[in-house]
């Protein structure tokens, strides 16, 4: 029958002979409690009596044997409700004040998280040679994203072409300098409004960064979350195929 619980289920037998010395115990402990009031026994020989009555009250109350096994019982479930709880919760969001921490925090990921590709956003009035001449930050990532290609990692970089002259083939000649790399592809769209965009770095589908500017001050922070980071690169993806394609200048 559906429930019941057999000999041989473990626990029960030793469930049952745990009952039966609880049994016994109290027997033992009436019987000698009366045969020490019939013959007058000192207090002393009604001690192991006393104590085997006590044992028998306190294992009638706490049922030792039950209750290792609803404390194992309760280990798992607490167990499972952890991982659970990690599981929903494994967003991280993490900001950064300023241009220095946000692009050295962008360096360390690339270094000490080894990602394999990433898909950078780079939306801005001024060209990358003009912001990294004015943020010492971003220069410093600027070339450890060329380093990290050249080494291996694979991205896609999209630049958004502003409204300043200077950007009049820029992104020609930087496709001419990482001709090299082989992993290494850029894109160009033209986005000419008088305001910088929200930049954003997608690296695989497990962290998104992302850098906004307000004034001459870079504030960022990162995402990292995979349900997240696919949204952007869906969102990246939709811009990078329709984006222009830089090719190499011919001769």
Known sequence: MAGSRTASEPGTLLERWD???LAIACIVA??????????????????????????????SLVPLTASRRELA???????????????????????????SAFYQAEI?????????????WYMRLETPDD?????????????????????????????C?????????????????????????IREVTWPIKADLM???????????????VGDRVQGMRIEDREAAAYFKAYFDRHWENAREVRIATP
């Open 199 to 213: 930049s954003m770095a997608i690296m695989d589908t497990s962290a998104v960064f992302l850098a906004f500017t």
């Open 73 to 99: 019982t309760l280990h798992a479930e607490v167990e499972l409700l952890r991982r659970d709880f990690d599981r929903v919760n494994s967003s991280r969001i993490e900001h950064y004040p300023d241009a």
């Open 161 to 185: 072409l502003g409204s300043s002259r200077g950007y009049a083939g820029w992104t020609v000649r930087h496709r001419e300098e990482t001709r090299h790399l082989r992993s290494y592809s």
């Open 131 to 159: 912001f990294r001449a004015s943020t010492a930050a971003f220069s410093d990532y600027f070339q450890a994203v060329l380093d990290w290609a050249g080494n291996g990692g694979s991205v896609r970089r999209l630049f």
């Open 19 to 21: 009952e039966r010395g």
């Open 30 to 59: 009436v019987g000698g409690s009366v045969t020490a009031a019939l013959f007058g026994l000192s207090a002393a020989w009604q001690m192991p009596f006393l104590f085997t009555a006590v044992y028998a009250i306190l294992r």
């Open 108 to 120: 360390d990921y690339l270094v000490n998280r080894h990602p394999r590709h990433m898909d950078a």
